[in-house]
């Protein structure tokens, strides 16, 4: 079950990369929040921030984003914390319920 959530969690982060890339084409200027691409239809969002054990959130920055998948509950929903940004470079860590960041592998 864990590496089924942790597969999920990874995924659903290179679909927000994916949905930023679209959001900043059609804006033409700004990365946006989990909540302007939900509300863009860009991505869903079935469990409020929350999918498969994990917790979602995206962070926008000066010219780039910041978007992070936390398990819920480390060592039972998930071991690894994950982070993605602008560069589309998935990265991934185990930190025991923090949030990954752009020096983890």
Known sequence: MIAANETAA????????NAETRYLIESSD???TLDDLIKKGFVTDPARGK????????????GG????????QPGISG????????TNVL???????????????
């Open 10 to 17: 990874m995924a659903r982060l290179r679909s927000i990369a």
């Open 30 to 32: 700004s990365y946006a």
């Open 65 to 72: 984003f910041e978007a992070t998948a936390v398990p819920v």
């Open 79 to 86: 071991n690894r914390s994950f982070y993605i940004d602008e």
């Open 91 to 105: 990265r991934g860590a185990e930190r025991r319920g923090e949030k990954a960041s752009s020096t983890d592998q």
């Open 51 to 62: 999918l498969t054990g994990y917790r979602f959130e995206v962070r926008v920055k000066p």
